[in-house]
Nanobody, 122 residues
């Protein structure tokens, strides 16, 4: 079973950039599709981006396409989320998750990290 640990969150100003990391241990990371989700206060967890096991196929929520980029380094068992032009609406806890297929649905992920807080001030 994979264990996932996110890092890189923090307090930034609107317009700033931030890169989140998610380090995996256990399991067979290079065979998993990976995803990022976020949950804002009082809201449901929502899909942000996903990447296939080889990094070729990627999926993004339409509202963030062009500003957020997901990537992975299988040699380091790590995925990343580069977030540019952050907006206050991006304030949320960001989670990474592992799946056996490329999906936008949270139910399709079998392992989750504890989350990292991103706060964007206006």
């Amino acid at each position: 079973q994979a264990q996932l640990v996110e890092s890189g969150g923090g307090l930034v100003q609107a317009g700033d950039s931030l890169r989140l990391s998610c380090a995996a241990s256990g399991g067979t990371f290079s065979t998993y599709s990976m995803g990022w989700f976020r949950q804002a206060p009082g809201k449901e967890r929502e899909f942000v981006a996903a990447i296939s096991w080889g990094g070729i196929n990627k999926s993004y929520v339409d509202s963030l396409k062009g500003r957020f980029t997901i990537s992975r380094d299988n040699a380091k068992n790590t995925i990343y989320l580069q977030m540019n032009s952050l907006e206050p609406e991006g304030t949320a806890v960001y989670y990474c998750a592992a799946s056996r297929l490329l999906t936008r649905t949270a139910q399709g992920y079998f392992a989750w990290g504890q989350g990292t807080q991103v706060t964007v001030s206006s």
